[in-house]
């Protein structure tokens, strides 16, 4: 039995914010109020005075790499950084080796996280085989696995007949379908943003209308299946109208947007920082200012930290041969408070974000009552990224060496304790 003392509890789904003790019991939240027993109880009592206590944290997409790119990350490190920022469940994306799009893999996958002590792993499957973009993957057999959702991760199902059939047979599955939205032919060879900057550094760039007419495309086409579409890492001001506009007309859509979107521009490859380079590129501040009032006003639903490690090797060279993506399951949550404290969104909007909104993309839930996932956030801890305090393989991020302020102090996942702060004891 474990007792949560004297903090701030956070539940976007029963609409409690207050103080309050919690009570767990056979490793699920059985109560929470202004002074649950415990103290007469043979219970461990933890004090988290000035912490929130929260539904745990669920990641939408996260690159574990296991099975193929394990020099990169393997499930058992993935996990390990996911505790420790705080996450009690991953969606683990299909772009593995071999791609996960088969029944085979996807249990290999399941079988291998649940002997980890840590978060849970959520797959999504592959919408087409080997995600070429030419024949769909049997959504059946990856749902009756464990798959959660189909995507094809960082490509984009172009071909509009196929991306139909595929929404069509996702819907006979119930199973959410999410796009990585880009018409290739206009941002084709793109390193960053097609803007000022861009020019100014004679890189090529992908236009925001890349995205743009991609999502809307996307958007009808959902509509005449009636499936359940979700846009991943929107990155534009009119990918945001776009899905503001349909969910006004009430599609079935969701969407998510990454905390490195959220708080970086294109002018952090003003010094050709490779760590800065990310899939689709960070865009203008104009672009920056809608992804966050798009998320403030529950456009988009979720943020999802599209977790990327690499190799160094990947990062140290030039920009143009570098890898795209960077890691963020261990700073996405001070990245997220930073806009708490700015007053961009409130703090429930912000727990929501993170936590109860990201799982409803895929058909769970994350209350706190009854639940076996609670994080308990330190909003004022300030913490490095280094070698000595990241638990992923890779430190491909800009943010390494930043001061941050904002983390984990305890991650309870399947029942139990996988992550402690420091302070606390083990």
Sequence with gaps: ???????????????????????????????????????????????????????????????????????????????????????????????????????????????????????????FGAITVGLRGEALTEMGELREAGCVG????????????LLRRAMEYARTFDLVLAQ????????????????????RLG?????AEAEEAAVTRDLRIAELTGARFHVSHVSSAGAVAAIREAKARGQRVTADVTPHHLTFTDQALAEFDTHAKVLPPLRSTADRAALRAGLADGTL?????????????????????????MIGLETALPCVLALVQEGVLDRTRAIEALSTAAARVVGRERSLRGSDAVTVIDPDREWTPSDATLRSKSRNTPLLGQSLRGAARL????????????????
């Design 203 to 207: 890189l090529r760039g992908s236009p």
């Design 150 to 161: 189909v995507t094809d991760d960082r490509r984009s199902v172009t071909h509009a007949g």
């Design 180 to 199: 990585h939205c880009e018409e290739p032919t206009l941002g084709a060879g793109a390193i960053m943003h097609e803007g000022p900057l861009s020019t």
């Design 301 to 325: 639903d979720a943020v999802a930290t599209d977790h990327a490690p690499h190799a160094a090797l990947d990062k140290d060279c030039e920009l143009a041969e570098a890898a795209f993506g």
């Design 411 to 426: 991650t309870f996942a399947r029942g139990r304790i996988v992550h402690r702060s420091p302070s606390e004891p083990s």
């Design 1 to 123: 039995m474990l007792v949560l003392r004297g903090g701030w509890v956070i539940d976007p789904n029963e609409g409690f914010d207050g103080q309050a003790d919690v009570l767990v019991r056979d490793g699920r939240v059985v109560e929470f109020g202004e002074a649950v027993p415990g103290g007469d109880l043979d219970a461990e009592v933890i004090d988290v005075t000035g912490c929130w206590v929260v539904p745990g944290l669920v990641d939408l997409r996260a690159h574990l790499r296991e099975p193929g790119d394990e020099h990169e990350e393997d499930i058992a490190s993935a996990l390990a950084a996911g505790a420790h920022g705080g996450f009690t469940a991953l969606c683990a994306m299909p772009g593995t080796r071999p791609v996960n799009d088969t029944r085979a893999v996807t249990e290999l996958i399941k079988a291998r996280a649940s002997s980890v002590d840590g978060p849970e792993v959520w797959p």
